[in-house]
């Protein structure tokens, strides 16, 4: 399973962007795709997730900020983010627990994305 990952940038504070995770490769399930986040001398935190069920997470500094989304039809995961704050700047990684049909599930990462937020 291979995720893409896209749409980090540099944006003021209070500007928007939005992150795409694209999912693909061999015949696969998904059973939680989203966003984790690492800051300079932090560890690496959820931001978004959401379950093959549909259900979401989100970490309590970005509920209200960010909305998580996905397209099934293109295996496809969005990361609306609205409103950013410096502190959201980090490398953002999509993942995924997931499985190609008939072996186990594993935690598979996508190549990070910066985003940056200026005061």
């Known amino acids: 399973v291979q995720l893409q990952a896209s749409g980090g940038g540099l944006v003021q504070a209070g500007g928007s962007l939005r992150l795409s995770c694209a999912a693909s490769?061999?015949?696969?399930?998904?059973?939680?795709i989203g966003w984790y986040r690492q800051a300079p001398g932090k560890q690496r935190e959820l931001v978004a997730g959401i379950s093959s069920g549909g259900s979401r997470n989100y970490a309590d500094s970005v509920k209200g900020r960010f909305t998580l989304s996905k397209d099934t039809t293109k295996n496809t995961v969005y990361l609306q983010m609205n409103s950013l704050k410096p502190e959201d700047t980090a490398v953002y990684y999509c993942?995924?627990?997931?499985?190609?049909?008939?072996?186990?599930?594993?935690?598979?990462w996508g190549q990070g994305t910066q985003v940056t937020v200026s005061s």
């Open positions: 993942h995924a627990d997931a499985q190609v049909v008939g072996g186990p599930y594993y935690d598979y």
């Open positions: 490769g061999s015949t696969f399930s998904i059973k939680g």
